[in-house]
């Protein structure tokens, strides 16, 4: 096993059924996040909990970073880069740019240097935590999200921006 968590045999050269999974994740993940940060309050990208956690910048910087390297894996050349965070809407215009690119080389020809599954819980698994961790700090400001019967949601493989489905059924 590789340090990519890829071994020769379980990467996906095609587009089988586990990169139809991987693109359905990237589409979940957007969705998921496009409600976190959309409609964020003035000063919440640099909203300090205490000195020991992260801001809301730093985190969604992080996740810019998940896809940067999610997209390094894709191709088969791991590399991790630390990005100092920018103003939050830059932030998070950043952010889907990456999400797009990944999917875009998901969607392709391509073959993948690493694997699906790899894929799935590294990256894309840490940046839903990193989402939920967003929307628990929207909270924290004032300013929560609504709950929402992501089931019912309209999540479509390809749509990875933040232009995303209006939600079918939101509580509070």
């Not at 590789?2 to 359905?24: F, I, K, M, N, W």
Request: net charge negative.
């Amino acid at each position: 096993m590789s340090e990519s968590g890829a071994g020769a045999g379980d990467r996906d050269e095609g587009h089988g059924p586990a990169r139809a999974v991987l693109r359905h994740s990237l589409a979940t993940l957007a969705y998921r996040a496009a409600k976190a940060v959309s409609h964020a309050p003035p000063g919440f990208g640099e909203l300090r909990v205490n000195e020991g956690t992260r801001t809301p910048g730093r985190i969604l910087a992080h996740m810019g970073d998940l896809m940067e390297w999610g997209l390094a894996m894709a191709r088969g050349v791991p590399e991790w880069h630390d990005s100092e965070p920018l103003e939050w809407g830059e932030e998070v215009e950043r952010f889907f740019r990456e999400l797009e690119k990944l999917d875009a080389y998901v969607a392709s020809d391509a073959a993948l240097g690493a694997s699906v599954e790899g894929l799935v819980q590294g990256p894309v698994a840490d940046a839903l935590t990193h989402v939920g961790q967003i929307a628990m700090l929207r909270r924290m400001a004032g300013a929560p999200i609504r709950g929402e019967n992501y089931f019912m949601a309209e999540i479509v493989a390809g749509r990875v921006g933040t232009a995303q489905a209006a939600p079918r059924r939101e509580f509070d």
